[in-house]
């Protein structure tokens, strides 16, 4: 019996080594030949293998093969689809015999990959003469053929590897360089792991990534999965589950971080416009998805200093992407992304006014573009605590924003403001070549001096204000935009004052001489119980018929028009001393009456009478010079319209010395010329 063992024993011996030796007798020249010709045929493409080839058989199946090409297509723009410095590979055999799969090893050296599709569509990896796939077998279809049980892997890496991809079609171009990874794969029950790195558009970047159950996958369940992404651009995190097979699903919790979303627009070739924000973004929160639907919930989100929670879903099936959900936010600032880049603060003149006011030095040019709103789809209610636009501060409010086919509709269920409260709508349209936009706000209860010296740059108004108007307009700049609106709308003012501007002196004062800016006024204050009226706006004209103001001593008429481009007024107003204490509703009182006209730049107007129009008015002048106390307001009425001469003062003129008081002297003497 020992005997036969020997025997056998020697045959096997003799076996392997006729194994081993027989690669050895076998020139490389030979495989090289047979390798080319088998490829040359499955793929009409040339393998050129320039280095040395080594082959055993046992105890493992390996490979190496030194400075190898593999050529490109006929059409593209590399001369090889494939190439490296050197390639490895070792199989073990007898694991095969159990139906396992064991690698021993397989490493790629500076291998170098471009992949190309055609502007018709084609892939470089589509060869000319592959054929149609076999038929499968009976046993395949009924899946009773043998199946592989495992799969291990050793050394698996790819060193130093550069890749390619550029799409005709589509006009994508890519370009990984510098491409390591090692794969690490104990079996099909073991945890999967791989980690690499690579530099893409000059920024290194590292992966990582974790599988706890691999046959799991293999059979279309789902495992465990982590995957990480780090580096100076962005960095990416995921610990879920992955199914990856019968319809990729995944459920779990992501956490991303972008330092700035202008850089990495700017790193992924689609730079953003000219401007501030785009800072700093943060996502956490629990993501789902499968097939064109993805929803991502208890969402915690920082961007550009704002902080919000929330719920947000996608669906990606239509032409364009629908979002929808519910975000809370902290405060919402555009005045982030309105303000050009550098742009400086509009200058504030002495007058507390901002803005040069000479020919709209205060409206921007700089273009405006919506073309953004195109993009996606959305339904999105959000709440904030704070909303600041340019100067103006918004308390707590609720909108829900509307985005179909690049127009975007804001409508604000609630609106605190200043102390009162309102609700509006706004519609941005991105959708044609020139940005629209439609306003329409009702607010009431609202404290006037700080909402309109924040909206305005206007401290001289104080008082409670009720507020309504509906205004549209449309250009491609905030300058055109102001120059096209068109609109209506009310204003009332009640139980407040006209700060630095004493209406009586100011009408006194104009008497004299022509006066510019609101210091003419003095430094008191007009008081008042009521202020307000309609107006219309046409081609950036606003227009005004009914301005009123009542208070216990003073009443004032007026109309006229500002121009909201140039920054401008041109109003009439009639300042009354009354002799009445009424206030709201006090209706007409008999008085004093003045008229005085305003124009000029808005920040810097110019005030002067209109004498013209006292002189026209004889009634209302005679009871005016009636209501003074004293024989001089009879002297005066007579000078002034022609009445019977009375005795002369000592200083008098002379009668007869041709000398005549003139109707604007005597009116400007009346009012202490």
């Given amino acids: 019996m020992s005997r036969w063992i020997a025997i056998i024993a020697g045959i096997v011996v003799l076996l392997i080594a006729a194994v081993i030796a027989v690669p050895m007798l076998i020139p490389s020249n030979v495989y090289k030949q047979r390798v080319v010709a088998l490829v040359k045929s499955q793929t009409g493409r040339d393998l050129v293998i320039g280095g040395d080839v080594g082959l055993s058989f046992f105890p493992r199946l390996a490979v190496k093969v030194e ?34 799969v064991e690698i021993d090893s397989f490493v790629l050296v500076d291998p170098v990959i471009h992949l190309e599709v055609k502007a018709d569509g084609t892939p470089n990896w589509q060869f000319e003469t592959a054929g149609a796939p076999a038929a499968a ?71 990582s990534l974790k599988a706890d159950r ?38 779990g919790d992501v956490d991303l971080n972008v330092p700035s979303v202008r850089e990495f627009a700017q790193w992924l070739g689609s730079p953003l416009p000219a401007g501030n924000g785009f800072g700093p973004l943060s996502i956490k929160g629990t993501a789902q998805g499968s097939g064109n639907s993805y929803t991502f919930s208890n969402a915690q989100i920082g961007f550009d200093g704002m902080n919000a929670t929330g719920k947000l879903a996608v669906q990606t099936g239509g032409a364009r ?63 904030t605590k704070e909303l600041l636009v340019k100067e103006i501060k918004i308390g707590e409010s609720a909108l829900n924003l509307k985005l179909a086919n690049g127009t975007l509709t804001a409508d604000l269920d609630k609106l605190a403001l200043y102390k009162g409260a309102g609700s509006g709508s706004l519609t941005l349209d991105g959708s044609g070549r020139v940005p629209q936009i439609e306003a329409s706000f009702s607010i009431a209860g609202v404290q006037a001096e700080p909402l309109l010296t924040d909206a305005a740059g206007f401290s001289r108004l104080s008082g409670l204000s009720a507020i309504s108007f509906s205004v549209d307009g449309a250009g491609r700049s905030q300058r055109e935009i102001v120059g096209t609106l068109g609109g209506k709308g009310e204003v009332k003012f009640t139980n ?48 005004n018929s009914d301005l009123k103001l009542l208070s216990p001593l003073i009443r004032v008429g007026g109309a006229g028009t500002v121009d909201l481009p140039n920054q401008s007024l041109n109003y009439r107003v009639e300042p009354k001393l009354a002799a009445t204490l009424e206030g709201q509703g006090g209706g ?86």
């Fill in 67 to 100: 400075d190898v090409r593999f050529s490109n297509a006929a059409w593209g723009k590399d001369k090889d689809m494939a190439a490296m410095k050197e390639m490895r590979a070792a199989l073990k055999i007898l694991p095969l015999f159990k139906g396992e």
């Fill in 137 to 207: 077998t009976p046993a395949e279809q009924s899946g009773s053929g043998a199946s592989v049980k495992q799969i291990r892997l050793g050394e698996v890496s790819v060193q130093n590897g550069v890749a390619t991809y550029r799409n005709a079609q589509t006009g994508a171009s890519l370009a990984f360089e510098k491409v390591d990874v090692d794969l690490s794969l104990p079996g099909l029950d073991e945890p999967f792991e791989a980690d690499g790195s690579l530099v893409w558009n000059s920024e290194p970047l590292k992966l």
């Fill in 214 to 251: 691999p046959r799991a996958l293999t059979e279309g369940g789902e495992t465990p999965v982590e995957f990480s992404l780090t580096s100076s651009k962005i960095g990416a995190a995921y610990k879920g589950s992955v199914q990856a097979l019968g319809g990729t699903r995944f459920s």
């Fill in 321 to 383: 992407p629908m979002i929808r959900g519910e975000l809370a936010f902290d405060r919402i600032d555009t005045n982030i992304y309105t303000a050009p880049s550098g742009a400086a603060a509009a200058p504030v003149s002495p007058n507390g006014a901002k803005g040069g006011g000479t020919g709209g030095g205060g409206w921007s040019n700089e273009p405006i573009d919506l073309s953004g709103l195109k993009a996606a789809d959305a339904d999105i209610s959000l709440s």
């Fill in 496 to 543: 407040g004052a006209i700060k630095g501007v004493n209406l009586a002196q100011l009408a006194r004062t104009v008497l004299t001489a022509p006066a510019t800016g609101w210091q003419s006024g003095g430094s008191q204050d007009t008081d008042f119980s009521e202020l307000g009226g309609t107006f219309t706006i046409a081609k950036g004209i606003l227009s």
């Fill in 588 to 673: 007409a009182a008999k008085g004093i009456e003045v008229p005085i006209i305003i124009d000029g730049p808005w920040a810097s107007p110019r005030f002067r009478p209109d004498l013209a129009s006292m002189i026209q008015n004889r009634e209302q002048t005679i009871e005016t010079i009636k209501s003074l106390k004293g024989e001089g307001g009879k002297e005066m009425l007579k000078g002034l319209l022609g009445g019977q001469k009375s005795e002369q003062p000592a200083d008098a003129p002379a009668e007869g010395s041709g000398e005549k008081v003139k109707p604007q002297d005597a009116l400007k003497k009346l009012f202490g010329g």
